[in-house]
């Protein structure tokens, strides 16, 4: 079946550390990937999005790249701040037809100032 | 109003209480979704409304029962519920057929006593 894989937490950085976040999937057909945050206390929040192969979703200085060829969406930024401070969900969508997110079970961030 | 409202926010009941969570989107989607977060544990789906029609419930107890009375809003109906049950609940919505990203309201915080 369909499934996401990310890397163990916790991770915890220093302030403008380099972060990455690693994330593998399965998916029969060709999913659209995407990274949600969830910040302490709140709901999930998308962070980011790709649709096809080699696309590269990117916002609030966080980059992520669709390869196909190693089946990855591997979440990264530069320089870490301590509000980035935060659970982060890979996830996968197979479009035009499932309703459903597949979800990897979170890796939690903490950035020490 | 903006994005996906939920309410309330906060909630606190005994095991013979009957309660309701509700969930409002002002996105003009037709799917919502309700989510079950517990510590430790991976994202749950637990059901999905697409077009106003359920088109997945993953098993979850009789004692949790949701209504979709049209596109824009959503309930979960409890009653009888576990100490086990407590968690944060949340709500998404997204387009039906579409690329798959879901928007998330803030959650209800359960606890059941």
């Known amino acids: 079946g369909d499934s996401v894989t990310q890397m163990e937490g916790p991770v915890t950085l220093s302030e403008e550390a380099f972060l990455t976040i690693n994330c593998t999937y399965t998916?029969?057909?060709?999913?659209?990937l995407f990274w949600y945050v969830q910040y302490p206390g709140e709901g999930l929040q998308l962070l980011l999005k790709?649709?096809?192969?080699?696309d590269k979703g990117s916002n609030k200085g966080f980059e992520a790249t669709y390869r196909k060829e190693t089946t990855s969406f591997h979440l990264e930024k530069g320089s870490v701040q301590v509000s980035d401070s935060a659970v982060y969900f890979c996830a996968l969508s197979l479009a035009g037809g499932s309703e459903k997110l597949v979800f990897g079970k979170g890796t939690k961030l903490t950035v020490n100032p | 109003e903006t994005g996906v409202t939920q309410t309330p926010r906060h909630l606190v009941m005994g095991m013979t209480n009957k309660k309701s969570l509700k969930c409002e989107q002002h996105l003009g989607h037709n799917a919502m979704y309700w989510y079950k977060q517990s510590a430790k544990k991976p994202l749950e789906l637990m059901f999905v409304y697409s077009l106003e029609e359920r088109v997945e419930n993953n098993s979850v107890p009789s004692r949790f029962s949701p209504e979709c009375p049209n596109s824009s809003h959503l309930f979960l109906h409890l009653h009888t519920l576990q100490p086990e049950d407590s968690a944060l609940y949340l709500c998404a919505s997204s387009q039906a057929r579409g690329l798959g990203e879901q928007y998330f309201g803030p959650g209800t915080r359960l606890t059941v006593t």
């Open positions: 790709a649709t096809k192969a080699d």
């Open positions: 998916a029969t057909g060709y999913p659209s």
